[in-house]
């Protein structure tokens, strides 16, 4: 029996930025594929993730499961500092992998070493680093990137990509933003030469510099990316990011600004989950709540999608008692699925820009093909499917889960939690497209949308299996409106204690005092969520 119920919405963002030159992760010519990988977290170079293991080698042998417990440095950590080890999951390993460093100076070199260099000169270390462990051989047939995460002038973190037509253009592009939007970088970094190239830096901490900087990659780098980190982090505070300020990035660079972290990295915190309190099973409240901020900017028709990411800087620093408890190793609790067509760097940045994708947390589904379709065409997510008014479409979707997941106890505490993988529910969400709101309107400052609805809620009764293990469930709608439909599931059912309410909707992750990092796993790993991007219908007549 399909049970309806409703929801509430969130809010959140991202930053990245990507190296020309990386090892191809498919032949040219190839129609594409999925491809798992995130694109925010840290190595040693940033400082607040100075840990033995975080060396970039270490960071890139987890994501890509290449790990050597007996190569220096991973020999001598303790065991819960580790990436998990164990897993029978399909896909564990990523495809794809960006790493964000913070656009400061640049206090370790990739090895540890400590040094006091720009940002940019850092960079070029990693870039030549990578290069020198794929010439052994190591990550084979991936695709590897470097980028930075920036701190917005007057808001919160952004990954940032710089994408140039080769490797030099796109230094040269980092060293020009570092020069001109990064607040942390002094003058002293650069030479006179710089200062009479540059002329005036406008890295003074207010919000009109960071929209001159999104203008500024826009009219220099127009294939670059600024994705929202964390957004609701600094709520109440002087850099609280409002849907307004997101609306005028947008409206400034739709192809630059165009999506948000909308699950959260540092899930282990032990000051709130993701490091925020609006946090709602894992997931920004941006994106979480229904009707919300996110559903907001999609009621305006604005390509603006969600991704997820560990945020990685450290995983447990000290012990079990005593400890402080960061976040996941990139791909051991949270990861995106993308469509990607091509092998270049380009390409991987058109892909997210396209929509086609979805984010999950302990592979709660590994697969998942979502559709809408009229009477004579059909799209996937990203897309605009055009039917005439009262003409049928009919919704698909088919998902897969692994058998297990990377959970394991950190310390061995004992618990009820496992690594087995099931879906309890789906819920079909839907809200009305009434067009973008211009500047001047009243509505410019409104962060919800009060037309948005789970419209259906499916469990396994409604869903058939086939031979190859995909799970299949449709849904027919007469098109009466303009509308976006988008996915939630999860291993939830309704009204689980501390987790969701009476209509399933997630609550939200308590801030504990002092807790264990082995509850805060198991809470992390009892409570999973995926989320896809949307599908717009356009109604014609």
Known sequence: MTKNRKFVVAMSLATMMIMQGAVSLFAKGTD????????HLHTTQSKDAGEKVTLTEHILDA???????????WSKAAAWELPTQTTDAEGAAFDYLVLADHLRPSFRNPDGRAQDLAFYQGLQQQIAKIKELQATGKYEGKLIFTGFEWDMLGLDHAAVGIVAANEEEMIEGIKAFEYFFSKETKDTYFTSEDVEKYGERHNENTKENTFRAVQWLKDNYPN???????????????????????????????????GFEGILGNQMSNDGRGESKEVYGGADGMLAEVGGMWDALLGEGRRFFTFANSDFHFKVRKDPTGGSYSGYWPGEYSRNYTWVEGDTMNDLADALRSGKSFSVTGDLIDTLD???KGKTEKVEMGSTLKVQKGEEVTITVRFKSPEVNNYQTIFGTDTETTNKVAVDHIDLISGEVTGK?????KDYTNPTNETTRVIQTFTSEDWTTDEEGYNTLTFTVKADKDRYYRLRGTNLDINVEGQTDEMGNPLRDEVKERPSADSINDHNYSDLWFYSNPIF???QG
Do not use: C
């Open 32 to 39: 594409g594929q999925w491809m798992s990988g995130e694109y």
């Open 224 to 258: 670059s990316y600024v994705l929202i980190n964390h957004p609701a982090r600094k709520d109440g505070g002087e850099a609280e990011l409002k849907i307004e300020d997101i609306r005028k990035m947008n409206d400034i660079a739709p192809n630059i600004v165009f």
């Open 63 to 73: 994501a890509f499961k290449e790990i050597d417990l007996e190569a220096e440095g």
């Open 370 to 372: 979502f559709t809408a």
């Open 537 to 539: 219908v356009d109604v």
């Open 437 to 441: 709101v211009s500047q001047s309107s």
